[in-house]
């Protein structure tokens, strides 16, 4: 993992630390590790945001990661 980007390091760890919360027991542990790592897309969005001007698109971009995390977790 060293090779990685810190970006995509943070994603990686989000997808292991959700995984040792939850385990392979679950039945939907797959769709909550990928939640996990969506939400560190959608708020390594925001970290880029500053160096650059924002437009309506990144910030619908950044909206559908987190509505399709929340789909992955079964929330309304």
Known sequence: MTDLSPAAQAI???FDDR???IGPLEDDWQ???IAAAL???ADQLIDNWYEM???DQMRE???DFYVI????EGQP
């Open 53 to 55: 001007d924002i437009t």
């Open 12 to 14: 990686v760890k989000a």
């Open 31 to 33: 769709e909550q590790c």
């Open 19 to 21: 995984y040792e919360l």
């Open 39 to 41: 939400r560190v897309i």
């Open 69 to 72: 995390a929340k789909e992955l």
């Open 61 to 63: 971009q950044r909206y």
